[in-house]
Nanobody, 121 residues
Framework: QVQLVESGGGLVQPGGSLRLSCAAS????????MGWYRQAPGKQRELVAT???????NYADSVKGRFTISRDNAKNTVYLQMNSLKPEDTAVYYC???????????????WGQGTLVTVSS
């Protein structure tokens, strides 16, 4: 069993900053790409940022220059540093990992439970 647990969400004022964390645990052999997605009420889920095991990153245009994704491979953890937050960033943020399971070496797409980020004054 593999689990992803997000943390760090909450209420922040426009222009403020927040750092999300997502830790993977369980029977993991290797984690390839990890990413952050978000879904606001009435909107489709969208990609926020991804990062490969080697550290290559990709960002949605809406967050470029404001958000930074990083990871600690030793801790199986991915982070999302969010700066200059806007009300339109309000959403439930989900982390995702492409996992190769231990023993079976099968690929598994794993999602966290989500953490709510609210940007409001």
């Amino acid at each position: 069993q593999v689990q992803l647990v997000e943390s760090g969400g909450g209420l922040v004022q426009p222009g403020g900053s927040l750092r999300l964390s997502c830790a993977a645990s369980g029977s993991i052999f290797r984690i390839n790409a990890m990413g952050w997605y978000r879904q606001a009420p009435g909107k489709q889920r969208e990609l926020v940022a991804t990062i490969t095991s080697g550290g290559s990153t990709n960002y949605a245009d809406s967050v470029k220059g404001r958000f930074t994704i990083s990871r600690d491979n030793a801790k199986n953890t991915v982070y999302l540093q969010m700066n200059s937050l806007k009300p339109e960033d309000t959403a439930v943020y989900y982390c995702n990992a492409d996992v190769i399971k231990a023993l079976t070496y099968r690929n598994l797409e794993v999602w966290g439970q989500g953490t709510l980020v609210t940007v409001s004054s």
